[in-house]
């Protein structure tokens, strides 16, 4: 069952915030996440069709995304992103040690954190934007969780 133009706008106004905060936590550049953001909305539109489930929409989305995201990355590998986030984005991170804390987990473990506490996606929909187990997920975030709270601890 395909999603009409009208259904995938309203889906987008529902998700657009969220779906930001990923793109930014991957881009870590507003201008770069902004971008992402919107190929990827752009991709999901002309792709709406081929989503069977409409009920994983968001899921679907956040995939669409956060492959756009590392596509943007590998294309700009050799630019040299701004380290500094505008102020506004601040809310984002909770403070410079978390954000730092952040930086220092590897790549499967900040995925895991980015789309669970930013994104306020589900076990269960992390496990399928990821494409890995829930269990590992579960894993990875009490891992996560873990080194971040000894790093702030320092």
Same mark, same amino acid.
């Given at each position: 069952?395909?999603?009409?133009?009208?259904? #995938?706008?309203?889906?987008?106004?529902?998700?657009?915030?969220?779906?930001?905060?990923?793109?930014?936590?991957?881009?870590?550049?507003?201008?770069?996440?902004?971008?992402?953001?919107?190929?990827?909305?752009?991709?999901?539109?002309?792709?709406?069709?081929?989503?069977?489930?409409?009920?994983?929409?968001?899921?679907?989305?956040?995939?669409?995304?956060?492959?756009?995201?590392?596509?943007?990355?590998?294309?700009?590998?050799?630019?040299?992103?701004?380290?500094?986030?505008?102020?506004?984005?601040?809310?984002?991170?909770?403070?410079?040690?978390?954000?730092?804390?952040?930086?220092?987990?590897?790549?499967?473990?900040?995925?895991?954190? #980015?789309?669970?506490?930013?994104?306020? #996606?589900?076990?269960?929909?992390?496990?399928?934007?990821?494409?890995?187990?829930?269990?590992?997920?579960?894993?990875?975030?009490?891992?996560?969780?873990?080194?971040?709270?000894?790093?702030?601890?320092?």
């Amino acid at each position: 069952m395909a999603i009409h133009k009208e259904d #995938y706008v309203l889906q987008i106004e529902n998700y657009k915030k969220g779906l930001y905060r990923i793109a930014y936590s991957y881009m870590n550049d507003q201008t770069l996440a902004m971008d992402a953001l919107d190929e990827a909305i752009y991709k999901g539109y002309l792709n709406r069709k081929k989503l069977k489930n409409p009920e994983l929409f968001k899921t679907w989305l956040t995939r669409i995304l956060i492959n756009e995201c590392l596509q943007i990355l590998r294309k700009n590998k050799h630019e040299i992103l701004t380290e500094q986030p505008p102020e506004e984005t601040s809310e984002f991170f909770d403070g410079l040690p978390l954000k730092e804390a952040l930086r220092k987990l590897s790549e499967d473990l900040s995925k895991i954190i #980015y789309l669970r506490y930013y994104g306020g #996606y589900t076990l269960a929909e992390t496990s399928v934007i990821l494409e890995i187990p829930q269990g590992t997920v579960a894993t990875r975030e009490r891992r996560a969780l873990t080194l971040l709270r000894l790093e702030l601890e320092e």
